[in-house]
C-alpha cells in the first residue's frame, strides 16, 4: 500500500538547509542521535505548511495531496516503464527524490512528501515482506506469538538509508519553499499487514487476537510503537520539517477497541517525538475516521486528518480548537469541471474554520485523475486568501 508518493529530478544542486539542524545519520541499529531543530541564523520564516500546522496566523490554507505523485502523472508512469519495480522505485535514494519532486516540479504545492511505503522500515526490525502487482504486500512469516515478537530487533537504519538520503536531499532542491513531509505508518495498521500476512478486507485474524491473544498483540503494538519513534526521529533529522501518521486501517476498529489497540500506542510515538522535537508538526490520519475524529485529537498530534465522509465544519466543531484541521475534498471531485472543484474547495475552505487549516483531499489522489483537475485545485489554493473566501 503506497501512502504517499511525489516526483522528479534529483541532480542535488547545493542549497543551505533552513531552520531546522540536521545530518546523514549514521548507518546502526542503535537509535540515531537526535539533533535538536535550531532556528536559522537570520531568522528565515519556516514554510507556509509548517506555520499553519502549529497554529500560528497565515493569510491562506496551505495545500498538498496525500498520493500526490503516483500513477495519474503521466512523468510518472514513463518512469515506472522504466523502473518497473515498486521497491526499486521507493527504496532507490534518486528515483525517491525524482517522483517525490514530479508534483513539485507541476503544480508547486506547499508540502512535498517522501515517496515510499508504510511498510518500508520493516526489513528494518527483521520482517521482510514481498509487493505483488496484482495481490498488494506479502509478508513471508505472518507474526502469531510472542516468540515471533521476541525474534524483532530495534531499528536497523541501514536498512533504510535510502530514506535518509532522499530527505536530505529533498530538503536541499525544495529549498525551504514548501515543506519536505515524512510520514509512518501506525502500529495497529503495520500490525495489520503482519499479523493478516497481507492486505485484507475482513480484519479477522489481527480482530481475532485482540481477544484470544492480546499479549501478543500488545508485545507487537509496543515493538512497532518504539521502532516506528525511531523512525519518525531518523525522518526530522534527515531533513523532514512534517511528519504524517497514517492509521489508515484504525477506522476499521469500534471506537472502544481503538481506545485500546490504536490511540495508545499512537499516543506513545507521538510523546516520544514531542519530547526531542517539540516543534515539528506531527499529523494524524485514520481513513473512515469519522466516529474517532474527537479521539484523534487528544493523541497529541498538531493536525488531525479528515477524510471526505465528514463535513469539515462537523469535523472542526469536534477537534480540540488548538488541533489544527487538514483535508478534506472528495478526490473524485477532481474528474469533474474547473467550475465544481472551486466549489468544493471554497466550501471546505469556509468550514476549515479560517485558520489552522491544511487544505488536502480526504484521501490520496485517484489512479487515472486528469492532471489539469490537480493543476487547478492546488491554483486555487494559492489564490484564495482567507479574506477572500470570507468575503464570498
Known amino acids: 500500500m503506497n501512502a504517499t508518493s511525489f516526483t522528479q529530478t534529483g541532480q542535488g544542486r547545493s542549497a543551505v538547509l533552513r531552520r531546522e539542524a540536521f545530518k546523514p545519520v549514521a548507518m546502526s541499529r542503535q537509535p540515531a542521535v537526535v539533533v535538536k531543530a535550531q532556528p536559522s541564523a537570520g531568522g528565515v520564516q519556516?514554510?507556509?505548511?509548517?506555520?499553519?500546522?502549529?497554529?500560528?496566523?497565515?493569510?491562506?490554507?496551505?495545500?498538498?495531496?496525500?498520493?500526490?505523485a503516483g500513477r495519474y502523472q503521466k512523468t510518472y508512469r514513463e518512469l515506472a516503464k522504466k523502473h518497473p519495480s515498486f521497491r526499486e522505485r521507493s527504496e532507490t535514494t534518486e528515483l525517491i527524490v525524482e517522483i517525490s519532486l514530479q508534483p513539485w516540479n507541476s503544480f508547486k504545492p506547499d508540502g512535498v512528501i517522501l515517496f515510499s511505503d508504510i511498510l518500508t522500515p520493516l526489513p528494518g526490525i527483521g520482517v521482510n515482506f514481498d509487493i505483488d502487482d496484482n495481490k498488494g504486500p506479502i509478508i513471508d512469516t505472518p507474526i502469531r506469538s510472542v516468540e515471533q515478537v521476541k525474534q524483532l530487533h530495534d531499528m536497523d537504519f541501514s536498512k533504510v538509508d535510502f530514506v535518509g538520503r532522499a530527505l536530505t536531499q529533498l530538503r536541499s532542491e525544495v529549498n525551504n519553499q514548501a515543506a519536505v513531509l515524512g510520514f509512518i505508518g501506525s502500529p495497529w495498521t503495520l500490525a495489520t499487514y503482519l499479523i493478516e500476512g497481507g492486505s485484507t478486507s475482513l480484519y479477522k485474524t489481527i480482530k481475532t487476537m485482540c481477544f484470544s491473544a492480546p499479549e501478543v498483540l500488545d508485545a507487537l503494538l509496543s515493538k512497532l510503537a518504539d521502532a516506528m519513534a525511531q523512525y519518525v526521529k531518523y525522518q526530522i533529522k534527515s531533513g523532514a520539517q512534517c511528519v504524517q501518521i497514517f492509521d489508515s486501517w484504525g477506522g476499521q476498529l469500534p471506537p472502544r477497541e481503538w481506545d485500546k489497540w490504536s490511540g495508545p500506542y499512537l499516543k506513545r510515538i507521538i510523546a516520544s517525538v514531542k519530547a526531542e522535537y517539540p516543534n515539528v508538526p506531527l499529523t494524524l490520519y485514520a481513513n473512515g475516521s469519522g466516529g474517532l475524529l474527537e479521539r484523534l485529537s487528544t493523541c497529541g498530534a498538531d493536525v488531525v486528518g479528515v477524510d471526505w465522509t465528514t463535513d469539515m465544519a462537523d469535523a472542526r466543531r469536534r477537534i480540540a480548537p488548538n488541533v489544527s484541521v487538514q483535508g478534506n475534498v472528495d478526490p473524485a471531485i477532481l474528474f469533474a469541471s474547473q467550475g465544481a472543484i472551486e466549489e468544493a474547495v471554497r466550501d471546505c475552505l469556509r468550514k476549515g474554520g479560517g485558520q489552522r487549516h491544511i487544505l488536502n483531499l480526504g484521501h490520496g489522489v485517484l489512479v487515472g485523475t486528469p492532471e489539469e483537475g490537480v493543476a487547478h485545485m492546488f491554483d486555487l489554493s494559492k489564490k484564495l486568501t482567507y479574506a477572500d473566501v470570507a468575503q464570498h
Open 46 to 68: 519556516d514554510p507556509l505548511m509548517v506555520r499553519a500546522a502549529r497554529g500560528e496566523k497565515v493569510e491562506r490554507a496551505p495545500c498538498w495531496m496525500m498520493r500526490q
